[in-house]
């Protein structure tokens, strides 16, 4: 169903305001925002319970270190293990140098996670696997967006992806334009289908670690390229002015407007 002006989106809502006459539908707006909410602390919870969880774990680790430690000054078993752990979070070279990228932006949440993001490039794709549950119209295709994915801090931080790709609403096929949604704060040309996010590669420091429930995090300092592609038909001929990068969500937003990741110049 064509929206009214308001988002209703399958990642929740940025906020609501009136925009050049177009009235944000309220109801639908704060039922998306309370699921989204409610969403987002379980999984907050989770990850809670699992990061205390790994706490113990690092104790017997260390522990089990300490004990082999004092096998090999004692003379005990020559081929130990103890590094096995460690080496394994980092195995895997770094993609070369960074690419070419528009300004950072920076943005946390209220968990105190960061994330720097910096638009890399754009294009498309004809042979991406969707969601779409009907077979593309003729002369439509998959648009992506890649961008750098930080991790600033000196901590570890959930892998997560800020970033959301809009693109000209007139461009997006008719039939899939009840699921891009406008965006305070975005051109009110413009809207956010569902999108699929992915790390293409490791660009600079460690590889991802491992957490509970399938949870990846980021070490202090990495650098990872993310491709976030449309997850609904558009015209083929849509090119990088028709669309970008913007972060939006409340998790990483609060009540502030949508904020733009610029490409490089």
Same mark, same amino acid.
């Given at each position: ?9 399958? *990642? ?43 706490? %113990? ?16 000054? *004692? ?29 950072? %932006? ?12 910096? *638009? %890399?490039?754009?294009? %498309? ?69 569902? *999108? ?70």
């Amino acid at each position: 169903m064509e929206p009214v002006g308001g988002p209703s989106s399958t *990642t929740g809502p940025m906020g609501v305001r009136e925009t050049s006459g177009v009235q944000v539908r309220l109801g639908s707006l704060e039922r998306e925002r309370e699921r989204e909410r409610e969403r987002e602390l379980r999984r907050r919870a989770r990850q809670r319970a699992g990061r205390r969880s790994g706490l %113990v774990a690092a104790g017997v680790l260390v522990l089990a270190g300490l004990v082999t430690i004092g096998l090999v000054l *004692t003379g005990g078993p020559e081929d130990g293990d103890s590094g096995t752990a460690a080496g394994g979070r980092g195995q895997g070279g770094a993609g070369g140098p960074l690419p070419p990228a528009g300004a950072p %932006v920076e943005v946390g949440t209220a968990d105190g996670y960061k994330y720097r993001l910096a *638009t %890399v490039t754009s294009g %498309v794709s004809e042979g991406s696997v969707t969601t779409f549950h009907s077979t593309p119209p003729s002369g439509t295709s998959f648009p992506y967006i890649e961008y750098l994915l930080t991790n600033p801090t000196d901590e570890e931080v959930l892998l997560d992806f800020p970033g959301d790709v809009f693109v000209k609403r007139e461009l997006v096929a008719p039939e899939a334009r009840g699921r891009c949604m406008p965006q305070a704060g975005v051109p009110e040309d413009m809207c956010t289908p569902p *999108t699929k996010s992915e790390v293409v590669r490791r660009m600079a420091g460690g590889a991802l670690v491992d957490g509970d429930g399938g949870d990846k995090y980021m070490p202090p300092g990495s650098t990872y390229l993310v491709r976030a592609t449309v997850d609904v038909p558009v015209e083929s001929g849509v090119s990088r002015s028709d669309m970008g990068l913007y972060v939006w969500k409340q998790l990483y937003m609060a009540d502030q407007l949508a904020k733009p990741v610029p490409y490089p110049d």
